[in-house]
């Protein structure tokens, strides 16, 4: 007897490397760390890429280095905390990134306030903003991605990062209500969730996690940071550019509202 026959899962699409040709992608935090590798990455696949910070220098570096390897990135300087402009930035996008972040180590009676409030405005207000801009567009055409870049602290706590934890549980709070807004509208909207990548945010803890835990500088990658993941080393930037650029193919358009995490087995615990 013949087997009824079961529908292929994604229609009559074909496995295929991401074609974003015709795409603006915008990408915050683009000039260094994991929003280069993002912006390369996005560029690679044919992505208009407009590549958002606050580091000049930094943009610059790379719209040359997408040059040459015949991408096109255009930089734009700005400084997120001014929440009306990113807002503006996000309009007429069609992969929106938001992955611009900062860190601050410290136990939270000495955590400053002012610093509380940067962090939140960056990474979780900005990201707001930036969705509220990039909506109108893309629900216009039908089809849109947002990424946010979390992380396991978005998942997870770890001590002494009072603000960077509280905004990344908001921002997936964000993008699950994205995630259902968006549905309709042939948007989607997910995070990834790296443990420590191998970028200047991590180079630049080392010492506040070293004073904050009371131990010598070299023994805080082993003892803190790769602690609870099974797989010890740092992740590579390139490695979550590849899980931002899959949430973009066609594969993925029925991953929404989720969280991918890239952690080495932290959260199996
Ligand atoms: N490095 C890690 O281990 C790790 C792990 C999980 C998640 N993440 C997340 O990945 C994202 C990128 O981190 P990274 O490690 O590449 O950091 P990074 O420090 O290398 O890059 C962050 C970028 O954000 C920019 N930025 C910061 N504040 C800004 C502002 N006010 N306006 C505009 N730009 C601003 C910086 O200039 C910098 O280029 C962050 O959201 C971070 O929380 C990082």
Redesign the pocket.
Known sequence: MTPPSIPPAHGSTPPSPLDLGGRTALV??????????CALRLAAAGAKVRA????AA?LESLAEHAQDLGGAVEPHV????DLAAAEQAAADTDVLV??????LVRPLEEFPPDTFH?VL???LE?PFRLIRGALPHMYGQGWGRIVN?????GLRASAFKSA?VAA?HGLEGLSKVAALEGASHGVTSNCV??????????E?QLADQARAHGIPEERVLAEV?LQDSAVKR??E?EE?AEAVAYLCTPQASFVTGTSLVIDGGWTAH
């Open positions: 915050t935090g683009a000039a260094g760390g994991i929003g280069r590798a958002v910070d606050r580091d930094g700005l400084d997120l905390t938001n992955n611009a972040g900062l860190q940067t405005t960056v990474m900005a870049v979390s992380s396991v602290h960077y990344k969730n790296p443990g420590y990548v191998r970028t200047p945010l991590v630049k940071m740092l992740i930037p979550v």
